[in-house]
């Protein structure tokens, strides 16, 4: 009987806490600012992609200040390339899923982390040659950052995704095998609504 009691005790505790915050859906859009962090393929340097990412989030509150924010993003993402004057967009195309847990610092201000899953979906340089077999498939990043939400649904965000795994498939090009290990790095600015 105890035990029944405190479970549901502890079942409407936490309905009130949940009623108490409101579940939301929103949409969002961007900037990134791209780049590979790792080896530069031995001559040149890896610089920054600017573009963009756009997609949407649903915002679950959880106890107190805390909410679970999963996104699914369209993030287009890569770096460029420099050799002795010569440059070269990698464009790189993925669909993200970041899952971020949000504290609530104060009304409308949250910071936010956790992981941030993707699945290429393109890769192609200047020239537009499709060149995705020489990437992986799955990638994961670990993404860090804040958001304010304004009372009219409108929300301003900054985020930094650090690559965890290398983006490269070893590849063979002259009878020479390749192996690089680049990270994909990603700082996005974004706009959006919640309701």
């Keep these: 009987m105890k035990k029944l ?49 756009l997609g949407g989030l ?20 890569g770096s460029n390339w420099t050799f002795t004057g010569l440059d070269d ?45 020489n990437f992986k498939t799955f990638d994961a990043a670990v993404g860090i950052g804040a958001s304010y939400r304004l009372d009219m649904g409108v929300f301003f965000s900054l985020r930094y995704n650090k690559g965890l795994l290398n983006v490269n498939e070893d590849y063979e090009e002259g009878g020479v095998t390749y192996s690089y290990k680049n990270q994909s790095n990603v700082f996005q600015v974004s706009a959006g609504y919640s309701f």
């Design 5 to 53: 009691l405190l479970f549901t005790a502890i079942a409407l505790f936490t309905l009130t806490s949940v009623q108490s915050q409101e579940f939301r859906l929103g949409a969002k859009a961007g900037l990134n600012v791209a780049s590979l962090g790792g080896d530069s393929y031995g001559v040149g340097s890896l610089g920054s992609r600017t573009s963009f990412h």
């Design 58 to 77: 649903a915002e679950i509150p959880l106890m107190g200040k805390f909410a679970l924010q999963p996104e699914l993003l369209f993030s287009s993402e």
């Design 89 to 133: 967009n990698l464009k790189l195309d993925y669909i993200r899923v970041p899952v971020l847990a949000k504290f609530y610092i104060i009304e409308g201000l949250s910071a936010e982390a956790g992981p941030v899953f993707g699945v290429l979906v393109n890769a192609k340089n200047d020239d537009g040659d499709d060149i995705k077999e």
